[in-house]
T-cell receptor, first 114, second 109 residues
Framework: EAQVTQNPRYLITVTGKKLTVTCSQN?????MSWYRQDPGLGLRQIYY???????DKGDVPEGYKVSRKEKRNFPLILESPSPNQTSLYFC?????????????FGQGTRLTVV | LAKTTQPISMDSYEGQEVNITCSHN???????ITWYQQFPSQGPRFIIQ???TKVTNEVASLFIPADRKSSTLSLPRVSLSDTAVYYC??????????FGAGTTVTVRA
């Protein structure tokens, strides 16, 4: 089954404690991306990756890091989480950078930073 | 990136057809129109995509007039499980899908 898998689904952490949210896809997609969703602000792109070792900033990259060492994995790293990073996070992948093609989204990670 | 306008919310009853119209007056020649569905606390799910005329799949139909300045997503015979937010997206810029506020469709028994 084609899918994008994120872990964990829920996470409560404290300010400043480094964390990683993993994302893995089994469709051999080149393009992967991270979004955060907040009430009233909709879905906003954090980072994206066009291929292995190629990443770039989205609209709200501050406070986040990503890496793309393998095609299937695209972890999101919060080196020093702050309460304003409390949000619902989604990882997405597609075959051709989302252009004229279907994007697949993970089930989401609800992060709370206290 | 073409700006889209769609209704904030729509109410319907089980068994009815729901039509959501999206306006995109400045759509570019090579832009496709794509619709996603999102349930609470879940990731968006691709529903349908089209370029012109009509596209139909097992879930919905997409009607696009000749001028392509609008499109209509049609959900036949909705059920309670179709209650969700529906997003109309047009084109892609900088490898980014731009989701607006979407249309919240509420289906009542």
């Amino acid at each position: 089954e084609a899918q994008v898998t994120q872990n964990p689904r829920y996470l409560i952490t404290v300010t400043g404690k480094k964390l990683t949210v993993t994302c893995s896809q089994n469709m051999n997609h080149e393009y992967m991306s991270w979004y955060r969703q907040d009430p009233g602000l909709g879905l906003r792109q954090i980072y994206y990756s066009m291929n292995v070792e190629v990443t770039d900033k989205g609209d709200v990259p501050e406070g986040y890091k990503v890496s793309r060492k393998e095609k299937r994995n695209f972890p999101l790293i919060l080196e020093s989480p702050s309460p304003n990073q409390t949000s619902l996070y989604f990882c997405a992948s597609s075959l051709l950078g989302f252009e004229n093609t279907e994007a697949f989204f993970g089930q989401g990670t609800r992060l709370t930073v206290v | 990136l073409a700006k889209t306008t769609q209704p904030i919310s729509m109410d319907s009853y089980e068994g009815q057809e729901v039509n959501i119209t999206c306006s995109h007056n400045n759509i570019a020649t090579n832009d496709y129109i794509t619709w996603y569905q999102q349930f609470p606390s879940q990731g968006p799910r691709f529903i349908i995509q089209g370029y012109k005329t009509k596209v139909t799949n097992e879930v919905a139909s997409l009607f696009i007039p000749a001028d392509r300045k609008s499109s209509t997503l049609s959900l036949p015979r909705v059920s309670l499980s179709d209650t969700a937010v529906y997003y109309c997206l047009v084109g892609v810029t900088d490898y980014k899908l731009s989701f607006g506020a979407g249309t919240t469709v509420t289906v009542r028994a």
